[in-house]
């Protein structure tokens, strides 16, 4: 009797991947979750309507996936955890079905290809041989977290496969459409980081203004040879370096001034000094 498996996908306004995640999951996992922060689309409507369970849930109060919370909705030992911008090839299915059957690992890293801009990536930190992702594993060996880009982190006790790379046997990522996805996405994902580092007391420094940034291009561009990718690849490498500077802009900000709430009260309190300029005893 095959192992069983928990499949979960979390979900923020994703109707137009939904579908596709889960007719690529569903077949091979003994049950399939959609976690849903609240989405404003047809992204409930259509999971349920696939079949799927839908969980809906506040998340950790900001735009990141709740991995903790999504990993305690399954029922079984085993989990695979998959994007609503990802697909699983039926190789890389029955691969995953035999690896829990043997029952000689406890999580596996799996290659992703990486589609950007139209065509997928295969130098630039993003290829299939750089970028694996711990998305299956039995749960006892695995914390979550909604830290992020640190979705999942594996004990040492666990026995953990590293899967070689085959093209017919790799998460599909259909990541991002065009500049403005990405620029849309980039501006959401820095806040959030910011904040966490605020919140672990992390500090903004001139220095990783620009050192950060050059080491993410020179990394992304040369050294990971982005170059290959063509135009792709030196877009995504200053992207990812325009990232960095982003974010330290942003940590820096909440240091000085706070939140754009408290900005906001700030200018409040500016415009009814005016405000009470104007209704003065000199009106002349």
């Excluded at 065509?119 to 909604?146: H, I, N």
Aim: hydrophobic share 40%; glycine share 4%; with cysteine.
């Amino acid at each position: 009797m095959s192992t069983p498996i928990s499949g979960i996908i979390n979900t923020l306004n994703e109707e137009a991947n939904i579908a596709t995640a889960l007719q690529s999951l569903m077949p091979w996992v003994d049950e399939t979750i959609v976690v849903d922060m609240n989405s404003t689309d047809r992204t409930v409507e259509i999971a349920a309507a696939i079949g799927a369970r839908v969980v809906v849930t506040d998340g950790p109060g900001f735009n990141y996936a709740p991995r903790a919370f999504a990993l305690a909705q399954a029922s079984h030992e085993w989990v695979f955890v998959l994007d609503a911008d990802e697909m699983v090839p039926i190789k890389l299915a029955r691969e995953l079905r035999r690896l829990t059957d043997t029952d000689r690992w406890d999580a596996v890293c799996i290659p992703r290809r990486n589609y950007h801009f139209g065509a997928v990536l295969e130098y630039c930190k993003l290829g299939p041989e750089a970028d694996r992702q711990l998305r299956m594993f039995r749960r006892p060996f695995v914390v979550a977290s909604s830290i992020t880009h640190h979705d999942f982190s594996v004990l040492p006790t666990a026995r953990l496969l590293m899967m070689p790379y085959d093209p017919a046997c790799a998460l599909v990522h259909f990541n991002y459409i065009d500049a403005v996805q990405y620029i849309e996405k980039l501006n959401r994902y820095t806040t959030v980081e910011a904040v966490q580092a605020r919140a672990r007391g992390e500090r903004a420094a001139i220095g990783n203004l620009i050192y950060r940034p050059v080491r993410e291009f020179v990394g992304r561009y040369i050294k990971r040879r982005g170059y290959r990718d063509g135009w792709r690849g030196l877009h995504v490498s200053l992207l990812m370096a325009i990232y960095r500077i982003v974010t330290n802009i942003k940590l820096r900000e909440l240091e000085r001034v706070g939140s754009r709430t408290n900005i906001l009260s700030i200018y409040r309190q500016h415009a009814q000094q005016i405000i009470r300029e104007y209704s003065g005893p000199d009106r002349s």
